[in-house]
């Protein structure tokens, strides 16, 4: 019998890592998705008006546009924090340094039991706000399914008021049509009882609106945050977490559920700013991890002896090496997840970018006034005479996209699209992402050795980023796109409000010299002027000889609730009807028949229904007494 060829050879040990790695498949498909996961939904909230986008047309909130409230209150986010070029040299060097002082203190400890306790209460401090973060924006996505702002039923868009407590269409012909039930689509047909309807509204109005959070030191403000019931849900949902990790048990559940907030939330404070910056940091983390997991024992070793929730577990079949004892897990480290997260959320804010960049077009003639101040934007932007279109909110909508995805009415269609932009440069890095992650898995499972997972996920993400703008053209784009234009934007703001400051400043000078010329014609006239007069009285009252010491602020808390819905303002503030008497109102009535009946008749008697009416005074009088007691009682 002839011995087998070497292709035989190759497909027989094919088949035999198959068989071996068949039953860790739904291992790998569980780690996969958890990876996605966090980088979807966080690239996705990071999203912002990019530079090419003009601002929203701001409304003043006149009790008929909360709605656009709810709206603008998901896209206020917190701002980013830009990466420099520096930071690629700094990475490195304090993730080196950091896991040589972890690797020495394990072994010197010997058991890293204090340690892991020390480190699980300094990262639950902050997985509170993260899982609270993470769950109150899963129940703002559900509640848009509930309660969405705008819903479609028939081809007609709906839109609602909350303070209104009704929800309004306007057709094409001018008709505008309302309705009272709070609920969407097909479910608004559903006929409620008035108390049924009621509890739904105000159900909303507690989830929806927000209240907002003021603190103030020596006259400036240092805090300034939105929150409602959502939010305090989750913190509370995030300290009853945390408790149960610390206190009775590590699940590897909820290590995840720490670990999905502490991504969720660094992919929304973290930014490369640019392409060519995100490559150099991932270029030199790339090397960092070579190093580290090959040629050190430090990586593998904290990774194994460290229990804190910087890492996401899954549950595998248990070999014969593993401990009995022990459930036998995979692990994937968050630097996984979050380093290349940054650079594919950075992808999708540039699809974004581009999307409303080639939505750009000419600009017409303008005036003098406006040419003025449109060049200072377009030195500002580089739009050379090109009119930015209107950015509208592409976070969050998932019910009111999910309402209105059947709709053919344009009506609204910037809200619906506002999230619907082509995102090439997304779906090529995640595809970039998953590549890396396979071929991950599958050297680690040949060569049975934990493998450095940069080393695969780097240059599956940014082979992939470079290589989409080298296909479609557009490499100059991807190169000159930066994200650290916001303390630009103040300053183009500023030479917008110079030129209307001027204006104004030269319009307030001729009113205040006209005012003064007006005052001193008065004082030669002789006549009375009410402002010299009280500032002489100032001008006497600030001579005493002690100083009134002025009051300053030094700290103040303000909470600023939601405005009332208008059916509360009306019963609060509702007017008594026209033909209802008030207790005056009645008693000057009766005093008025009490002097009629009081008065003599012809021949000089008293009148009959003297006692009578001072009877029903008397009665009225202590009604009116007994009112008030009761009322101050």
Known sequence: MSEPGPTTEFLGRIAYEFSVLQPLIPTYLHLLVSALFPIYTGAHASLSRPSSAAQPERRISDGDDDENDELEDVDSGQKMEGLSPSDAIMFPLLAGTTLAGLYFLIKWLQDPALLNKLMNWYFSSFGIFAVGRLVSDALDVLTSFVFPVRWVSRGTLWQVSSRERTVVAKHDTGKVETKTSPL??????????????KSLWLLRSLITERWILRAHAHGRAFLRAKFGVLDMTGVVFGLL?????NIVDKPWW?????????SYGALQLMSPTTFWTGTLILGALFFYDIYFVFYTPLMVTVATSLDIPIKLLFPRPATPRDDPSKPSLSMLGLGDVVLPGIMIGLALRFDLYMFYLRKQTKKMGLDKAES???????????????????????????????????TSVQTGKEFIEGGLFPKPYFHAALVGYVFGMLATLGVMQFFAHAQPALLYLVPGVLVSIWGTALFRGEVTEMWAF???????????????????????KTSSENGADATKQDQESRTLEGEHNPVTETQAKSTTAAKPEVAQRKLREVFSLTITAPPLPSSTIAELFKE???????????ED???QASEADLAPNDNGTPSRNSGRSSMRLRSAEKGERAEKRQKRG
């Open 576 to 586: 008594e009807p026209k033909d209802s008497k008030t207790p005056d109102t009645l």
């Open 372 to 406: 003025k101040i449109e060049k200072g934007i377009e030195e500002r932007d580089g739009t050379n005479g090109l009119v930015r279109a209107k950015y509208q909110r592409a976070v969050g909508g998932w019910g009111e996209r999910f309402w209105t995805s059947t």
């Open 482 to 504: 930066t994200e650290a234009v916001e303390d630009e934007d103040k300053k183009g703001e500023g030479k917008e409000k110079g030129v209307e400051k001027d204006s104004s």
């Open 241 to 245: 977490a945390v408790a149960y990790y």
């Open 184 to 197: 969407p689509g097909r479910l608004s047909i559903i006929p409620l009882l008035p108390s049924t309807r």
């Open 589 to 591: 009535e009766l005093r």
């Open 254 to 262: 909820l290590t995840n559920l720490m670990g999905f907030g502490f």
